[in-house]
């Protein structure tokens, strides 16, 4: 393991049967909390712990890795990616950093001028909130900087998009269906229908080079596994089982797929580990969309539910009856409630008990209160959330303020209540709604923009490795603990802290008598973590070049 390396490309697992020592840095453990060495063999973590143990294991070992003072952690774990979308996001066009309505359209103009060839022209990010217009482009706008040609751009939250008059052309009876208003975003059926149409013309090829690059991105962020989120309103069956079968021939991070889908049979042979992921109960708040018990205070109306309370219910007895997972998107109040209801419906009709040890999920989670906190304690619902959420869109001046009012936009993403609560916490970033970062993601958690929902780094921390591990009903992994797989990243950083959080104020400390294994300052200001090198089952599946 030379960490000036080129990553791996060879597909057979080189390091699995090799027995590697690595010393000299400091090694995030709960089994030793001032470990500075670890022994990998056979693609398992067999030993951590001190420099002077560590000399027992140097002479009978293939390979000894000098950290000089490097941090080893274990991967993280991102609970909530569309990794082709990841990808297009990053090959593609990017609009999350156009500024204004002129922006954006330079940007569209442009990108349409170095793809000649592209049947589709695909983009993602716009974000009318952020600009000085205030709203979204226009189709015919679109259609003269594209010269004519089908666009489709996701809106930052993917839950609308705007197209080309090109686009349109090719759905049939697109103006007759739900979600479609002339001049407005395209939402709820008419939005899924121009996705699907849209993704329908990329390649096979074009949709491999998208995972790769997302998967490669991931790796180089020290993320050594991914929850896929696909589903009929979101992928294909196509996409889905090529990624699935990209990330088993090739070295990268694991990829553990949900399927969004009330069909169990089509979920298991698609090799869905749930049926579970973006099964949406409701939208989002960005499209007016999430489903919420009062009216939005931009708009006269309170969302979308797709699901309710009866179909929650059925879909959650038959995936606890079938022995699989289920979980649904909800984000607005109203819509959580129902997912509640539901779940607790099932609960009655096959036992609390049997509910419980499925450990469904939510994705997102957004509009929680007092009562459905201690819903999700009570059915054991695992909530996949996304602190990047408040970091974007947070705050009194925000997006979120806009949509729900100052009062209700501070009660968003409360993570400490959830956390006392019991409620088990995976942190994931709905890629590419926002970008993949999980040293960012932490620190949002830990600095959310309303006080009292701030967590620890720690308890952070624990949420974006174990937690996801846990998510999927792994307990014995996301932790450098001997036994556990050998999935760990390898940080430049600086001085270890210690957070010591108290009703008031969060307090670091230094102080090695904590007998806390300590985190990197992730203070706002802060330069994050650097990875050196992510190892996925003992196997290099990124190393950060040299110089």
Partial sequence: MTHGATPHTD?????????????????????????????????????????????????????????????????????????????????GLDLTRARSLPDALDLVRAYAERRPDDRVLLGHGWDAARWPERRAPRRAELDEATGGRPLYLSRIDVHSAVVTTALLDRVPRIRETAGFQDGEPLTRDAHHAVRAAAFAAITPAQRAEAQREALRHAASLGIGSVHECGGPDISSPEDFTGLLALAEAEPGPRVFGYWADRDLDRARELGAIGAAGDLFVDGALGSHTACLHAPYTDAAHTGTAYLDTAEVAAHVAACTEAGLQAGFHAIGDAAITAVVDGVRAAAEKVGLARVRAARHRVEHAEMMTPATIAAFAELGLTASVQPAFDANWGGPDSMYADRLGADRARTLNPFAAMLKAGVPLAFGSDAPVTPLDPWGTVRAAAFHRTAEHRISVRAAFTAHTRGGWRAIGRDDAGILVPGAPADYAVWQTSELVVQAPDDRVARWSTDPRSGTPGLPDLSPGTELPVCLATVVGGREVFVRPQG
């Fill in 11 to 91: 597909p057979a697992p080189p390091t699995a049967t090799r027995t590697v020592l690595l010393r000299g840095g400091d090694v995030h453990s709960p089994a030793d909390p001032f470990a500075t060495a670890l022994v990998v063999e056979r693609g398992h973590i067999a030993w951590v712990g001190s420099e002077g143990a560590a000399d027992a294991f140097a002479s009978g070992v293939d390979e000894v890795v000098d950290l000089d003072g490097a941090l080893v952690t274990p991967a993280f774990t991102d609970a909530h990616v569309h990794t082709t979308s990841a990808g297009l996001a990053l090959t």
